[in-house]
């Protein structure tokens, strides 16, 4: 087993540092307006396209529509993701920051300041959508006819999971995909709209879900969109600290097995080399 001392030491991300934080903040904040205005102005469009007219009127999104949109977020995503990437680490969601800042990899002032930027970011991406176009902004999340509150809030919570463990597993470990983090992170959002635009328009990130509501001025089930994501992004956390701490082994005991089978390896050449020359 390896101990959660090991795992934070290991995780542990910069030190505050005002000049450094603010800097990779405003990273963020570039990347949120990017991301939010793309993605609700893709979801715009797919909504307000002709074929798609009434389409949502009784009964939620059709299947093309879900598509369309599911196809908006995960472009705008990676999009944005290549562009602040390098500067912030493109968190870009308030469930997936809480989650990295619970496994230690985020100081608690680059937290506090990455929430503000993605908040503030989203809002302004969501005007900027809502500037472009000629109707009423309609990417606002709200429960579908049919769904009730748990299944909203389940649905967020374990969808914003998985996506908080994906960034666990496969970037922060620095996995052999890790280097194609925007399009792992872009496929993992469009399977989440695949499966929750039915229900919820899917959150997935209450930054996107606030800033909408904000420009729009509805807040129907809005507690669902902050508290399901939250949820899975702290459960997300915790699944990734016990796995780690049940299938891994200290570094300080990897360090030392490596070592010892370094030297076993040493005093086997050394004792292949006195045999040759003892024989010559």
Known sequence: MRPLADIYNCNKGSA??????????????????????LALAGVQGDLEAPSFQHATTATGPTATQIQSI???????????????????????????????????NIN????????????VGGILGAYFANWVTAHELQ????????????????????LTCVLCLVVLFVIVDKHLLADFAPFVVGLTIFICHM????????????????????VAGKWANHWIFWFGPLVGGIFAAIIYLVTKTLTEESQEQALLQNANNQASLNNDKNHGDNTTFTNV
């Not at 608690?108 to 908040?119: K, M, P, Q, S, T």
């Not at 990417?139 to 374990?158: I, K, M, R, S, T």
């Open 108 to 119: 608690w002032l680059r937290g506090c300041f990455y929430f503000v930027a993605e908040i």
């Open 195 to 214: 499966i929750g635009s039915a229900i919820d328009g899917t959150s997935v990130n209450p930054a996107r879900s606030f800033a909408a509501s904000i």
């Open 70 to 104: 599911a196809f908006s977020f995960s472009s705008a995503i990676t999009v944005s993701l290549f562009v602040c990437g390098p500067i912030s680490g493109g968190i870009l969601n308030p469930a997936v920051l809480l989650s990295l800042m619970i496994t230690g």
């Open 139 to 158: 990417g606002v999340n709200l429960l579908n006819p049919g769904f009730n509150y748990a299944q909203g809030f389940f649905a967020e919570c374990l």
């Open 16 to 37: 505050p540092n005002l000049r450094a934080d603010l800097k990779a903040a405003f990273g963020e904040f570039v990347g949120m307006v990017i991301f939010i205005f």
